[in-house]
């Protein structure tokens, strides 16, 4: 009687183990304000947008529901590709409600972030969901009016050009991104063929050496490269003197605000010493002529 016990309640613990083999992050998630929803367990989605509807549309058109499934197993019919979702293409009405059942059948993470978006609804034009998997994770955004494809994709390094790209149209859509697996063209299309391209020609090490003249000419540098250098030291000494004043700016901001921040700064920056350059030179030349 003991050992049945056993062997029922060992049973019954590996059935458990296999239903929650893809978790469920849906009714663990935080809402943590403007449509930024996350748990401890990896889950997270960003720019949920249930009721806003954006400028140009006058009411919700459609409510859809897709279920996304993102894994390496969907890759095996791409040649060269490791990740894939199963599905590369989405078309949808202008102003429809979208909810997205986001599900991971990977042992990493895995997203499907949206770009394009208006960035007075969605921070950055951003909708993101995002689990570190095997895991469920579901948000809802609603989409612009007009017609227009929107980038899908997994940006995590390498993965959207290890084949986790899609693209969204609403609308008719305003034309096909390139690389989508299955549907456009490989911006770098590799050959299976192992056949030598006829232009490319290897050369020896013994030809490879240079001669004293070349390999100078190389090292100087350009006048761009210096003009870029010297940007590059303008902006950090610029960086430096203002760190103290913007340290109590950037309390309780997280380090991609914080970057963000100074990168629009230092273009500002740029942009501003850019516009004073030109004005002299024109001054210059309008006094020489
Ligand atoms: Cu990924």
Redesign the pocket.
Known sequence: MKRLLLVLSSFLFVSVIHAQEIEDHDNMLMDHGGGHLMDMGGGMVMGQNLDTLPGGCDKISATKEITVH?GHKYAKKFPGRI?AFDVQEYQFEPCTKLTIHFI?E?H????WMMHGLPGYLYPKGMFHLEVTGPGKVSGTLILPPGDKTYLVH???AQ?MEKG?KAQLKVGKGSGDLPSIPGVTEFVVQDDYSGAVPEKVSYAKPSKITTSKATANKQAAPTSSDSFISGMMVVGLAIGLLVAPFLAKKFKGMTAAEIATYIFELFKEVVNYIFQFVNGLIKKVSSGKT
């Open positions: 993102a990740f991971n990977d990493v993470r895995h997203q997994c940006d995590l993965h986790m």
